[in-house]
């Protein structure tokens, strides 16, 4: 294993009265670069833009026009950014930041450069910091169930687009489970899932936080189009970013979606 992309929810970034969580993106951003450190390429495909750029306006809730919500997410991309710029800088790290739509990775040629672009940030040992890009995509704001519509989804794809060898989605769940844990204390959670079928499926439920657009269902999606294409997929919680330390040498953690051979 030596590529790695993780993705990181809004509830993650945020606390629940919509201030960034520092101590949480501090402790991701030591995580990362440590696994750099250690010989891996990293990528951080990473929500949070609307959120954050909610609280930077002070806007006391999610915006509901569309091109409210596009002006908020550029706001709260630039201080998204400032903060990863900031925190990797304490352990010496550089960032960059692509803004990716679905169009964007349907078009062969921008796929293409998109794809170069993040080879010569890693081969550079440059973090790329990958979202969607809200102000001029309304899919994943306006329809959180398109198939690009979502930062789960979005991360899948770019493990595709850079050959990573595990995707990672730091979530606000332990990983997937058999019954809803917050209403079932006893609920088991399910260490490996081989195959994606209907019995699976039928256990994701829900939208997300309050704060982010996705749920379990957006994870499935992601989990399938990372292991039809030969890369493993772990859901783990975000409160626990070092536990990518044991992820890398394959401990058990959280649910792993075992890729196809």
């Not at 991309?77 to 900031?86: I, T, V």
């Not at 409160?239 to 792993?256: M, Q, S």
Request: charge should be negative; proline fraction near 3%; hydrophobic fraction near 40%.
């Amino acid at each position: 294993m030596k590529r790695i992309v993780v993705k990181v929810g809004t509830s993650t970034l945020t606390h629940e009265n919509g201030e960034p969580n520092l101590r949480s993106i501090d402790m991701l951003a030591r995580t990362l670069s440590e696994l750099q450190n250690m010989g891996y390429d990293v990528v951080l495909v990473s929500s949070g833009a609307i959120a954050v750029g909610q609280c930077k306006m002070k806007l006391e809730k999610r915006p509901e026009e569309l091109r409210l919500k596009q002006a908020t997410a550029a706001v709260g991309q630039c201080e998204l950014m400032h903060l990863y710029d900031k925190f990797f800088g304490e352990y010496g790290k550089i960032v960059g930041q692509i803004l990716l739509t679905g169009e964007d990775i349907e078009n062969t040629h921008t796929k293409e450069n998109i794809i170069n672009t993040l080879e010569a940030l890693l081969e550079q040992k440059i973090i790329p910091i990958v979202n969607e890009n809200d102000t001029v995509s309304y899919e994943e704001i306006e329809n959180p169930h398109k198939i690009f519509g979502d930062n789960d989804t979005l991360s899948a794809i770019v493990a595709v687009l850079c050959e990573a060898d595990i995707l990672v989605l730091l979530s606000d769940i332990d990983g997937l489970y058999e019954d809803n844990p917050a209403k079932n204390p006893d609920a088991r959670l399910i260490r490996e899932v081989r195959v994606l079928d209907d019995e699976i499926r039928d256990l994701a439920s829900g939208a997300g936080s309050n704060r982010g657009t996705g749920g379990m269902i957006t994870k499935l999606n992601a989990a399938e189009i990372a292991m039809n294409k030969g890369i493993n997929m772990v859901i783990s919680n975000g409160k626990y970013p070092e536990k990518l330390y044991d992820i890398v040498e394959g401990k058990a953690v959280g649910t792993l979606f075992v890729a196809k051979k």
